[in-house]
């Protein structure tokens, strides 16, 4: 235990001011459910086909048949991009000529949809692809959004934890909590296509910039028993509560500037929680401000019932406090990340691992437009499954070795996105319930992934391996939006690649160290070692030895 801990440990482990603290800072993260995946609703692509306009003139017949068919899922549909030559089907119509019988239509010449599209409006009133014709040569623009707020997201992971070291805690809380608002609040008066994305990527760093800082602020407030409940499922129950209320929004408003104008809102009522939130005491007294730390302590233990002693801090054991927390080690940078073979191969994976991990994640999130029955439901169902599967890491990590634990949730998304391909077409019900299951699994890795990684890298480059981690899983989201948009080509294929693509990953995590139950490294050279194949050990167990990097016990104990 540190000497902060020691300090303030006659506050307790879980009396009323530290559940204050656990549910304010978890509601705080509501609003970060409504916008993460709201790109869902508001980048939609409806149904839609050429506008024919109504000054041409056409018989009903001929005014039917102006679009060209297309199979597509074993089905004759209308083309989305392309119709009959108007100016050719409007000398037939009015010769009195009959399309299908007189005229043979697939000898017919077609062009663009030059004068734009008809949109349906059984499922949206309105979208951003509506209101700015995002289709056809256009269709990559929406997501193009969506990736531009994960490069948000991006950005604001790098500078937030900067921000929150310099200025506090509770200061970039609610500063990025007002970007995150003040952005979203913005989007709703966008003008045009360019506008709505740039304002999209400055929402995407508050939005994670807030994220991060209610999660320190958490983690340094409350107990050690306590922050792994509030980083396991605290945050994350809220932010999934947050997502399973965005489809009701959506549903009840189907109007995109509406719905945007609805979940903002919500951000506006966190403003009043900067009176009951405090800053961090333990980041005040790294700051040498001993006596605001005093008075935010004092109030704790009012609200504990608990009578704080005489001299909470004594001067002495300040100056320690002060040095312990100010110290930083100057010695180690990135390159460290690749310095020995061992630590290179466990970056290396780890890469693949997030990276994986944020695609199936975020990318079957995203999917939920694509699935079979009402988009509302699928994605209240999505959301709604992340409960029980914060639940399931949650008991895993208890109970179960972490890499068995991964690599057991992985294969299961993964494998049930593999079969999606051999569902039969009618069975749609079916389908969709894969697709949950393998949101399930892979909910259930996210969510394990943080204290896997943090366990596994050592004390004096943890901060710089997570980071680096997290940055992958960053650019995982960003790449996610594409992999949803390959199901234009073929409804299967973002399945079969999510798919692969976990299941390959649930392989590597089996070369994972085991960190359950282990000390924490604080040096390089106290990491675990990464496993490997026996015969592959057998082959080259001389060189390595020679090479000094790994004794005759630990390549025995590392053995599959």
Not at 266 to 274: E, H, K, M, R, S
Not at 345 to 368: A, E, H, P, Q, R
Not at 442 to 452: G, K, L, Q
Not at 523 to 531: E, L, S
């Amino acid at each position: 235990m540190s000497l902060y801990d020691d300090v303030t440990a006659f506050l307790g482990e879980w009396g009323p001011f530290q559940r204050l603290i656990f549910f304010l800072l978890s509601a705080s993260i509501i609003p970060n459910g409504f916008t993460g995946l709201s790109s869902v609703f508001l980048t939609a692509i409806p149904e839609h086909r050429c506008r024919v306009p109504d000054t041409v003139n056409l018989s009903s017949a001929w005014r039917n048949h102006s679009i060209p068919l297309e199979t597509k899922d074993g089905r004759q549909v209308p083309q989305k991009c392309r119709r009959y030559r108007l100016a050719a089907i409007a000398n037939f119509s009015a010769l009195g000529l009959e399309p299908g019988v007189d005229v043979d239509l697939e000898q017919l010449e077609q062009e663009n949809c030059l004068d734009g599209w008809e949109y349906s409006k059984d499922v949206f009133l309105s979208t951003i692809v509506t209101e700015w014709d995002l289709v056809c040569k256009d269709n990559w623009k929406g997501p193009f959004t969506t990736s531009l707020f994960y490069v948000g997201v991006l950005l604001g992971s790098f500078f937030s934890g900067q921000l929150s070291d310099r200025f506090g805690r509770k200061n970039v809380l609610f500063l990025t909590m007002a970007m995150h608002t003040g952005f979203s609040f913005l989007q709703v008066f966008s003008v045009n296509f360019e506008m709505f994305t740039v304002l999209f990527l400055i929402v995407g760093m508050g939005h994670i910039s807030n994220y991060l800082a209610a999660f320190v602020l958490g983690t340094e407030i409350l107990s050690k028993s306590v922050r792994i409940i509030f980083a396991t499922l605290g945050v994350c129950i809220f932010f999934a509560f947050g997502f399973m209320v965005l489809p009701l929004f959506a549903y009840f408003i189907r109007d995109w500037r509406k719905v945007l104008l609805a979940i903002t809102l919500p951000g506006v009522l966190c403003g009043a929680l900067w009176w009951f939130i405090p800053e961090s005491p333990r980041w005040l007294v790294s700051q040498g401000r001993i006596k605001e730390a005093e008075v935010i302590i004092r109030r704790a233990a009012k609200i504990n019932g608990i009578v704080a002693p005489s001299t909470i801090f004594d001067p002495d054991e300040t100056i320690k406090l002060q040095d312990s927390d100010s110290k930083t080690p100057q010695s180690h940078h990135i390159y460290d990340l690749i310095r020995t073979r061992n630590i290179r191969i466990l970056t290396i994976m780890s890469i693949i691992l997030w990276l994986t991990i944020s695609v199936g994640y975020f990318g079957l999130s995203l999917d939920t437009p694509n699935l079979h029955g009402n988009i509302y439901m699928n994605s209240f169902l999505l959301a709604a499954v992340e409960v029980p599967a914060y639940v399931l890491a949650w008991l895993l990590l208890q109970h179960v070795s972490r890499r068995y634990s991964m690599a057991g949730a992985l294969f299961l998304g993964g494998s049930v996105l593999l079969l999606m391909q051999l569902v039969p077409s009618d069975l749609l019900f079916l389908s969709t319930t894969l697709v949950m299951v393998g949101k399930f699994g892979i909910t259930s890795a996210y969510s394990m992934v943080y204290v896997y990684t943090a366990e596994l890298y050592p004390t004096v480059v943890r901060n710089m391996g997570v980071g680096v981690s997290s940055t992958a899983a960053r650019l995982g989201s960003i790449l996610s939006p594409y992999f949803v948009y390959l199901g234009t080509y073929n409804r299967f294929l973002p399945y079969v690649i999510m798919g692969s693509l976990t299941i390959l990953t649930a392989i590597i995590t089996l070369f994972f160290p085991e960190s359950s139950g282990a000390s924490l490294p604080d040096q390089i050279d106290q990491m675990q070692k990464v496993k490997k194949i026996k015969r592959w050990q057998t082959q080259n167990h001389t060189r390595m030895l020679k090479d000094g990097e790994e004794s005759p016990t630990v390549l025995k104990s590392t053995a599959l």
